[in-house]
């Protein structure tokens, strides 16, 4: 099947594959949109059991870089790269500078920063090999901490304004006591989990790796509970920050929650689940929206800024979704809905 005919392409620009055999590299690379800037997106390493399942996630995530620089008022498109493999176990240093030659190649179509699997120590290494490598080094952090690129930090404390202030719109209540299932604890996960503890946040918690899980346990009082049985769960919150999809119609006939806002990237696995949702009074935080800290931290790091700025430009997550819940309600439309609209005035041609 031709790339143009898979059900995830949405008019993208570019859309390169590379194997490098000497490596064992395979990756895609997908630039959505350019039209507000070049495209910028995390590169991901994950073991994919097929390739579709890899361009199927590659299509989908730059997509949704494009409204998520969008509706963060960034001056940047949407793109993104994945790496098929376990970074536990495949990765190496002459396969990530063979994925920074791979990103060169484009000759900046695309810059690349992390992403799940990867560290900045991996881009570091990419960047040897090409001069379109963001999130290297940094010189700002929202709470005046020593930075070092990664953009996880405001990733995480963007996810937590968004997932807080939406308690609030849903509930009127702060967060204390409230009960948060987190489905994934990886670099964002796990530092929500820590903001969310310090707010008297009651958690559950579900992650593939146990060293996470006893971490949480025993540092932030959370319960651990199955992947399987994560989004089943009687509390007030869900927030997935593993891979996409895990919201769909399964899923959805067993949420108790009232609140969905976590960190993953695509969480409905269709656009049409949006208004699904709607309709049980679910209010879900359009994921492109409450994750958009880690782009916004990049784009801070190459201007001129201040912490200070940093974490104003971060707050306004919160302020976003407000305004998308209340235009939601008055129009009687999905927050999905509502969210990529706005995105694409600003963006489409």
Known sequence: MSVFDHIEFDEHEHVAFCHDKETGLKAIIAVHNSYLGPALGGCRMWPYASSDEALNDVLRLSKGMTYKAAMANLHQGGGKAVIIGDPRVHKSPEMLRAMGRFVESLNGKYISAEDSGMSVCDLQLMAQESTYIAGTKASYHFAGEEADGNPSPSTAYG?????????????????????????????VGYRLAEHLHREGAELYVADIYPESLER??????????SPHEILQLDVDVVAPCAMGATINHQAIGQLKAQVIAGAANNQLATENLGELLRDKG???????????????????????SSNEALKAHLEKIGQTLNEIYMRADEQNLATNIVANSIAEEKFKK
């Open 282 to 304: 679910i209010l879900y935080a359009p994921d492109y929206v409450i994750n958009a800290g880690g782009i916004i931290d990049i784009y801070h790091q190459q201007i001129s």
């Open 216 to 225: 949480a346990k025993t540092q932030l009082n959370a319960t651990v509970v």
């Open 159 to 187: 996810v937590f304004i968004g997932l807080r202030e939406s308690v609030k719109y849903k509930f009127g209540t702060d967060l204390q006591g409230k009960k948060i299932a987190i489905q994934g604890l990886g670099h």
